[in-house]
């Protein structure tokens, strides 16, 4: 096991590698930050020194060793916008991007586990049919279409919940800043979580169906019931417990796709995360951040299919963790 | 709903204190947010609204862009060459220190030494030399004469020399920008003092109380927060979590206008939309014949082309259809009331027969085939626009193509494409005049591109005329303002009113929404201050 990780993560910093060069030359092609960044009636001399001060009259090599130089003292350059450490900015946002994931994920288990048991149970009842098509609709709407439509219905129209930005206190546990721990904290969350959460729960809740679907037929279910045993036991450990590796599996890999792609959901709630940094900084061409930001995801991608390795090892015992030799 | 409830507590508070001035809190959802706290980092409007709070300037601009004294109690030529301003007394820093000349010059100092950045201020403070006389009493003076001098000072904020430490030798005087996002040296003497900035959400700040200046405090604590998406800071001004929104999308205008809940004010801004043609390459990249072949020469470089194409495009119906009513057709760089317009321009009728006749006059009497290059995220409706355009004249018979694309893509291109020149034919441009009249933008977009002068640094369409060139170089030189008007007026006459230097299409109108008992004192600087939102009497 311990070489398979080892493995893994040197995978991971090639793929860093190569995902790096991608970006930087992907941003340099696209064109010069300056003539976006300068003041409309900056004149010719003003410019040429903004660009000089950025690196950017050196050609592309140049440029990308010296950021590879840096990056190896762990240095991803300043950002070009806000001048100061593209990581910094980065993580100082993370927090909040990483507390809307996890938001967004126990909403998806919490309700999509269930709803897709019931609808796997009773396949043919109403309110199956009623929960299937739902979770069609929480995968084929817009999430910016929905997002608005939340904000318009709780916040303009109820006006039971704030329509956008994060809640005030900040409280930190374990060194990790998070509103969450006050009322005002979940009011804000709650309408981007669920938002970012609709298509997570449409999948949880389908696989939870086909999962319950398949297990009921089990000859270990059948047993039980005639076992005697009640309604409640055969669902809660045994029908349970076996549908969950498609789902803890599924989830895991989601779980980066909620932090990577809350672009959408943050920029609609004014939600201050990465995501919404992100988009600011591709709209700037702010070179360093976007590089910086799609590192630390591929990482986060490579720690997520990791872990879901392990745990699938830990909920399925015949899984082993082996490398599929080349 | 919770604007009501406000009321009610604010209600209840009144009756309970009677007497004492309630503590007025608010909260405006704005769409951009500065890069920086730092007043020399980056000369941006979003910057220079903001920071504008905290740090005060010598000289300020009202809503109109006219020029009121504001650090300065008062400033004067006293030579050609020499401008005298006097310090009101009085001023403290928000760290409660005197403001004085060495502040001023300290500010100068940094301002124009400034390294790093993304675009300085050094454009406003080259070429001036600050001498103290006393301790209130500024002498600054130039080479030349230099009419342009209180409007330059109205982009220099004035920080305090002693905000961190002694400052270092080095041209940033050891202050980092972070050091003003944290508040450790934001410290200026302006109406409002720092308190948070929270990226990606919030700034908050608080009324200074010895604030001594022309600038009204109307809030106890503003909090400004960054809404980029247009349909939630709608919905953020009609849910009651902000009082006031800027950047109000034409689209929503007509239902805000309905809701008795809210009120609008909007006013035409500095900004004009206008658009650059190639007036320099023999053989145009992007102008074709008919079928899409290259031709033999450039019809853009013929002022009667130039002026066919003006005639072509119906601005009323523009304004009316795209823009939804919210901005005023253009006929030359800045609407009424600005100085140094020209009182000749209009906006050029609608006429296709007339614009036909003068491309067969011009010999090009079946048109010939162009395509429009445009933004699609940096105007108010900019990719709609170059669309009505590109169907305007393609109906009058030149076939227009329409090309938008992203405006971190499309400025460099339409600047200095891959060879270092402009890269289309035809573009789709605003320009806002930051020193609010004329001799800024007749320098950037239609003098003679020339690096060395600084001249023409937007001159996308390379337009040049030396009679032009003389006319804005005296102007800038002439430190009578009704001569200089004049001669800006005539260099503008001539520029677009002979040469076609530029089509201009149309001004924008910016609209700011505030929740009903505000009003908001629309401004053509297009910036959003809490100073210039009160309460509706």
Redesign the interface.
């Known amino acids: 096991m311990t070489v398979f990780i080892i493995r893994r993560l040197m995978q991971a910093a090639l793929v860093v590698l190569i995902m790096s060069f991608l970006v930087f030359s992907g941003v340099f092609l696209?064109?010069?930050?300056?003539?976006?960044?300068?003041?409309?009636?900056?004149?010719?001399?003003?410019?040429a020194?903004?660009i000089e001060?950025l690196g950017l009259d050196k050609p592309f090599h140049i440029q990308y060793l010296r950021f590879l130089t840096k990056a190896a003292e762990g240095d991803l350059g300043e950002s070009?916008?806000?001048?100061?450490p593209a990581l910094q900015?980065i993580l100082?946002?993370l927090p909040?991007t990483m507390e809307l994931a996890i938001a967004a994920l126990l909403i998806s288990i919490v309700f999509g586990i269930p709803l897709g048991v019931i609808a796997g149970l009773k396949p043919d009842a109403v309110y199956s049919k009623f929960i299937m098509t739902g979770s069609i609709l929480g995968f084929s709407l817009p999430t910016f279409w929905v997002?608005?439509m939340l904000?318009?219905l709780f916040?303009?129209q109820l006006?039971w919940l704030?329509?956008?930005?994060?809640g005030d206190e900040i409280h930190y546990v374990f060194g990790f800043p998070t509103s969450l721990l006050t009322l005002d904290g979940w009011s804000h969350v709650l309408l981007p979580a669920v938002n970012l959460a609709l298509f997570k729960l449409s999948a949880v809740t389908r696989l939870a169906r086909a999962g319950t679907r398949e297990v009921v037929h089990q000859d270990y279910v059948k047993f039980a019931r005639a076992k005697g045993l009640t309604d409640q036991r055969v669902i809660f450990v045994h029908v349970l417990k076996n549908i969950l590796i498609p789902v803890v599996t599924v989830l895991g890999l989601e779980f980066g796709g909620l932090v990577a792609f809350s672009v959408v959901t943050e920029?609609?709630?004014?939600w201050?995360?990465i995501g919404?940094?992100l988009i600011?900084s591709?709209?700037?061409?702010d070179r360093p951040v976007i590089v910086a930001y799609l590192m630390i995801i591929v990482l986060l991608f490579v720690f997520l299919n990791l872990m879901v390795d392990i745990c699938y090892s830990l909920l399925d015992p015949r899984v082993r963790l082996q490398d599929i030799k080349a | 709903m919770s604007f009501i409830r406000r009321l009610g507590v604010t209600a209840v508070a009144m009756a309970a204190l009677a007497g004492p001035a309630m503590a007025e809190d608010i909260t405006i959802g704005i769409r951009s947010e500065p890069s920086s706290m730092d007043p020399y980092f980056h000369n941006l409007g979003p910057n220079n609204a903001m920071i504008g709070h905290v740090f005060a300037r010598l000289v300020d601009f009202d809503s109109n862009q006219q020029l009121f004294p504001s650090i300065a109690e008062s400033y004067k030529a006293i030579d050609d060459t020499t401008w005298e301003f006097k310090l009101r007394q009085g001023v403290k820093f928000h760290d409660g220190t005197d403001l004085t000349v060495d502040d001023v010059i300290y500010s100068f100092e940094r301002a124009d030494g400034y390294t790093g950045g993304n675009s300085s201020f050094r454009i406003y403070t080259k070429g001036k030399t600050l001498t103290k006389i006393d301790d209130h009493t500024l002498h600054i003076s130039t080479e030349k004469p230099y009419p342009l001098m209180p409007n330059d000072l109205t982009t220099v904020m004035i920080m305090s020399s002693e905000a961190k430490g002694t400052g270092a030798p080095d041209t940033n005087k050891g202050i980092e920008a972070s050091d003003f996002n944290d508040g450790t040296a934001t410290m200026g003497s302006g109406p409002y003092k720092f308190v948070e900035w929270k990226k990606g959400d919030r700034i908050v700040l608080e009324k200074y109380e010895d604030y001594v200046g022309p600038l009204s405090q109307p809030w106890d604590k503003v909090t400004f927060r960054f809404i980029p998406s247009e349909p939630a800071r709608v919905a953020a001004l009609l849910a009651g979590d902000v009082d006031m929104i800027d950047n109000v999308p034409t689209s929503d205008i007509a239902t805000l206008q309905k809701n008795k809940d809210v009120s609008l004010s909007d006013g035409v801004s500095n900004r004009v939309i206008y658009l650059h043609l190639d007036q320099w390459r023999d053989n145009s990249p992007f102008v074709t014949d008919k079928d899409g072949n290259p031709l033999d020469k450039n019809p853009l470089k013929d002022a009667r082309v130039r002026k066919a194409i003006s005639m072509m495009i119906n601005r009323p119906a523009i304004v009316e259809r795209v823009m939804e009513g919210v901005a005023l057709p253009a006929g030359q760089l800045l609407p009424d009331g600005f100085f140094g317009r020209s009182p000749n321009l209009k906006p050029e009728k609608y006429d296709v027969a007339g614009a036909k006749k003068l491309l067969a006059e011009a010999g090009y009497p079946d048109g010939f085939g162009l395509t429009i290059h445009g933004p699609n995220d940096r105007y108010i409706n900019d990719a709609k626009i170059a669309e009505a355009i590109g169907q305007l004249l393609s109906a009058a018979g030149i076939p227009t193509k329409v090309v938008t694309m992203p405006k971190n893509v499309y400025f460099s291109r339409a600047s200095k494409g891959a060879d270092g020149k402009p890269e289309f034919s035809f573009v789709l441009v605003g320009w806002g005049s930051g020193t609010g009249e004329a001799s800024s933008p007749l320098k950037s977009l239609l003098a003679t591109h020339d690096p060395d002068k600084g001249w023409g640094a937007s001159n996308r369409g390379r337009h040049t005329d030396p009679k032009v060139d003389a006319l804005i170089g005296e102007a800038l030189a002439t430190v009578d303002d009704a001569k200089r008007g004049q001669l800006l007026a005539e260099a503008t006459d001539i520029a677009i009113g002979e040469n076609q230097g530029i089509i201009p299409l149309h001004y924008q109108v910016n609209t700011w929404a505030t929740r009903a008992g505000l009003t908001y004192n629309s401004r053509t600087d297009e910036r959003t201050l809490a100073y210039d939102l009160k309460p509706a009497n």
Do not use: C, Y
């Open positions: 696209v064109g010069d930050p300056t003539e976006i960044l300068v003041a409309d009636d900056a004149d010719q001399a003003e410019r020194a903004v001060s070009f916008v806000f001048n100061e900015l100082d946002r909040a997002g608005i904000i318009l916040s303009v006006g704030p329509s956008t930005g994060r920029t609609i709630f004014a201050p995360g919404k940094l600011d591709i709209g700037l061409l």
